[in-house]
């Protein structure tokens, strides 16, 4: 009997841990990307954020994305152009660990609620709508770049994507094969060490559209810039009836030895 209980109060105590855990651990499956939506203006005139003269827009705070065709793919500076990120759907963000892949409903045209999005809303761009998706999960490559405690993190983003227009699939991991600044890594850096749960956060990353790439973008620069607050995945529900089952085992155990 008391190796019975030993094998249960073991079984819940490596169940119950595991699932604090996952509830509180930074950047693994259970840490979520959440991002402030884009802030802009036309830089030279029209409607914002979609019907700018020339398609530009000078992003002022937020997240965005852009593609550039000059010399210097990496835009960190609220004067850059960029296409702003609209506020993320239920459920959406970037899932550290987790594939959240395609296709995204992407068409050509305006938004028009027939996508079905994964990491942010639809977004217009040249005219065709278009959304990010995650074909291989997102992960830590280097926990703590600076040995300053786990601020600055490195993410591999591999499995980045974009649908858009009648393309479902526009490769935005990198074209390392054609481009050696392609590195497939991401930055983030923290408030807090770890980026622990309510953590706000930003992440640079800069890529190439593939060359000959059936969007027309082959060899443009690609830039994203998220800023935003880092969060948990609830437990899932069965964790804890698997946590509650154990309890009652243990109960049950009990009630025997004291019969």
Not at 47 to 67: D, E, H, K, L, R
Not at 116 to 145: K, L, R, Y
Request: charged share 10%; with cysteine; glycine share 14%.
């Amino acid at each position: 009997m008391n190796a019975r209980k030993t094998i249960l109060s073991s079984a819940m105590a490596l169940a119950m841990g595991g699932v604090s855990l996952s509830a509180n651990a930074a950047l693994t499956t259970s840490a979520v990307l959440n991002f402030d939506p884009g802030v802009g203006a036309c830089a030279v005139s029209g409607t914002y954020p979609y019907n700018c003269s020339y398609g530009a827009v000078a992003m002022t705070g937020g997240s965005y994305f852009s593609m550039n065709g000059g010399p210097d793919p990496i835009f960190q500076n609220s004067s850059d152009a960029g296409y702003p990120f609209p506020t993320a759907p239920s459920g959406g963000g970037i899932h550290i660990g987790v594939a959240m892949p395609g296709p995204v409903g992407n068409h050509t045209g305006l938004v028009d609620d027939s996508e079905s999005p994964q990491v942010d809303a639809p977004w217009m761009f040249f005219n065709n709508t278009g959304m990010h998706f995650v074909e291989t999960p997102i992960t830590v490559v280097n926990n703590d770049v600076n040995n300053d405690g786990g601020f600055t993190k490195t993410l591999d983003f591999s499995g980045w994507r974009v649908g858009w227009g009648n393309v479902n699939s526009i490769n935005m991991g990198g074209d390392t094969a054609n481009f050696t600044e392609d590195t497939t890594i991401a930055t983030i850096t923290c408030n807090l060490a770890s980026c622990s749960n309510s953590s706000t956060y930003v992440l640079d990353y800069a890529a190439h559209v593939p060359l000959l790439d059936a969007s027309g973008f082959g060899g443009v620069p690609y830039a994203l810039h998220l800023v935003g607050t880092v969060s948990s995945v609830p437990v899932p529900a069965a964790a804890w009836l698997f946590g509650s089952g154990l309890l009652g085992l243990v109960g049950v155990a009990r009630r025997r030895k004291n019969s």
